[in-house]
């Protein structure tokens, strides 16, 4: 990173944040993050999950993953994931 390079944010001040794409459109809001290690050792954050419903923190439920009984996984199909959306974190922008 460059020595006049902002530092970059943190997790939990991104979640929750509004988000747009890069090209301005409004998406929703920062729900959970994506990370991948790089070459140099640090997390870089590689996308995000997106929703434009109510949601706050989402439990995991925002994954296509199976995790949990599969009453709740049928409700988190219907309720939660249909407002989320994973976005590579290079084409959005968070005001």
Known sequence: MPADAPPP???GALIGREVR???GHPLGRIADLETSRGPDGLERIT?????????GRLLGYERDQHTGPWLL???AH????RHTRRIPWQELRVP
């Open 9 to 11: 944010p943190r997790v």
């Open 21 to 23: 794409h890069r090209d």
């Open 47 to 55: 996308a995000a999950i997106v929703t434009s419903g109510r949601w």
């Open 73 to 75: 996984e049928q409700l």
């Open 78 to 81: 219907y309720v939660v994931r």
